[in-house]
């Protein structure tokens, strides 16, 4: 074979590799999408419910560290179909643990149910425009990496710290770095994806819901204390 026989077979061996590579991508992003669009459904639902049966927020705390507990098992889970079990669970049990809280925004604020809607149109608005940038440049946000890792640390250790300190200013920082890290979260999670570095739906459904969740919790309490009306 001469030299520019092997060249050209080479060219179309990468050319197929290519398109199969952009196909790939284009699955687990179609996937990942539409299982995301599930899941925060079911969240909805179970957190309407949890509302309407007035759970405690002792129960709610159950929850939360049952879902954490799920999360694993998501995890594992993954590659195979119980996956699928995994993750409506998971994202079920963080639905429901959040009646409680939204219980408490609709009674304590004379405009608690358009506060809870402000943030839900806020966080679909942050995710749709943060996400849709990253999928029209196709910019690779892995450079963010280390970046979001030390802000998550001290995030985590200012969250335990205000609760003994209940500083409310460090409260409304906190929750304002919260929602800048997981924006940031969502064009990184997204750019992963597109560049191949996650290539299971349910991982990358995972980690895109848990960035909304925490937007839309933090977002509502910014809310609540800028513009919310107490009875």
Not at 40 to 46: G, I, K, R, V
Not at 136 to 162: C, P
Request: net charge positive; glycine share 8%; aromatic share 10%.
């Amino acid at each position: 074979m001469s030299d520019y026989g092997y060249r050209a077979d080479n060219q179309v061996g990468t050319g197929f590799k290519s398109q199969e590579s952009i196909l790939a991508t284009n699955k687990v992003l179609k996937n990942t999408y539409l299982l995301l669009s599930m899941t925060l459904l079911f969240s909805a639902a179970t957190a309407g419910i949890s509302m309407a049966m007035n759970i405690p927020q002792g129960a709610a705390l159950i929850l939360m560290l049952v879902s954490f507990g799920l999360l694993f098992w998501v995890h594992k889970s993954a590659d195979s179909a119980t996956g699928l079990i995994a993750i409506f669970a998971f994202t079920g049990c963080l639905g429901a643990s959040l009646g409680p809280m939204l219980n408490y925004y609709v009674a304590a604020f004379s405009n608690g149910p358009m506060l809870i809607m402000q943030a839900m149109g806020g966080t679909g608005l942050i995710f749709l425009t943060l996400s849709g940038y990253a999928l029209t440049t196709r910019k690779d946000f892995s450079f963010m990496r280390g970046f979001l890792f030390t802000g998550l640390i001290v995030v985590i250790v200012a969250m335990l710290a205000n609760i003994f300190l209940q500083i409310p200013a460090l409260s409304l920082a906190i929750s304002s770095a919260v929602i800048m890290i997981m924006s940031a979260l969502i064009l990184f999670d997204t750019s992963r994806i597109i560049h191949g570095g996650e290539t299971n739906y349910i991982r990358a459904t995972v980690s895109l819901y848990l960035n909304i969740y925490n937007i839309f919790i933090h977002l509502l309490h910014l809310l609540a204390v800028l513009s919310g009306s107490r009875d």
